[in-house]
């Protein structure tokens, strides 16, 4: 009892943090770390401690365009994979991304490590390590190459760290990471401020709960921060119908506003998010929508989605 006490007071505290950080945080139109809408079912690109939640191993893959219809809108691709190693309380996996706005293309792959113990008797700690590889290509010369300003191409690969740490129980999870470490620069691209080579800091938050025997409520939060960027978080509630549904809805202090919808079904999970700009200029002008679709399986174990989605 008293255990489960304590972990209250913890989830109430940092949830708490994370509120303040949220109402607090004065949003730039500058331009942030790769992010996702449907993170609450994917954590681990943000955190690989994430992939110790789940016994099951899994394959997920994610498509996201932005300003369809316009040459060049961002476009990002990305394929995780997570193995349970059961004997040592374990995981393992591997990360790839692909990002790409324009002249400028980010390709980067990780390999993580993670592993949990045991605080109490439903407490536990998950601590990960990756390690992997960033190659960032920008093509200022296919604007004009007669122009001196945009005539030298930027491209160049840099080895990239990370790591993770969650608490979590079955029923909820707190976590904070940097998945990007950045220890090297990347010349012109550095001296640009580039965010993609700067590094990145995430807290993660959620919960899921039984409102009825057939329906479940999961709140979750991502709070992000890039050094020379404003904080940014995302705040997101899903209903889930007989493990099979769900309706969410994703609201990001960038004034931005996502549905999101998914279905689970014998191991797949697919899904589907439509995110809009909901500030004044967006309302009054052309809409920036992001369409972003996700698919993933998960093998064995049963159940189409794990105890902490």
Known sequence: ???????????????????????????????????????????TPFNPAYSMLDKAASVNTLASKQLVGINGGPTTFLLNGDL????????????????QLAIE????????????????????????LNAGLRNYTANYSSVDSNDPEFR????????????????????????????ELTVTSLGTASLQNNSNFTNHYYFTGGLITNLTEDIKFKPATLVFYTTGLPVLANLSG?????????????????????????????????????????????????NDATHEVTLSYRFGKGGAIPKVL
Do not use: C
């Open 1 to 43: 009892m008293d255990i489960l006490n304590r972990e209250k007071k913890i989830l109430i505290i940092l949830l708490s943090l994370s509120l303040l950080v949220i109402t607090g945080t004065r949003v730039a139109a500058q331009q942030q770390p790769f992010n996702y809408t449907q993170y609450m079912d994917n954590l």
């Open 238 to 286: 899903t209903f889930y119908l007989k493990d099979i549904v769900g309706l969410g809805v994703n609201y990001s202090t960038d004034k931005e506003l996502a549905g999101i919808l998914t279905i689970n079904f014998s191991g797949y999970h697919i899904g589907y998010s439509y995110k809009f700009g909901i500030g004044s200029t967006n309302l009054g002008g052309v």
């Open 152 to 179: 030298n191409d930027v491209r160049g690969t840099k080895p990239n760290v990370g790591f993770g740490v969650m608490y979590y129980s079955d029923w909820y999870y707190l976590g904070l990471s940097v998945p």
């Open 105 to 128: 293309q980010e390709t980067e792959v990780n390999a993580y490590f993670a592993k949990a113990i045991q605080l109490g008797e439903n407490a536990y700690l998950a601590v990960s």
């Open 84 to 99: 349970p190693i059961e004997s040592i309380n374990s995981s393992a996996g591997l990360i790839l991304l692909s990002d």
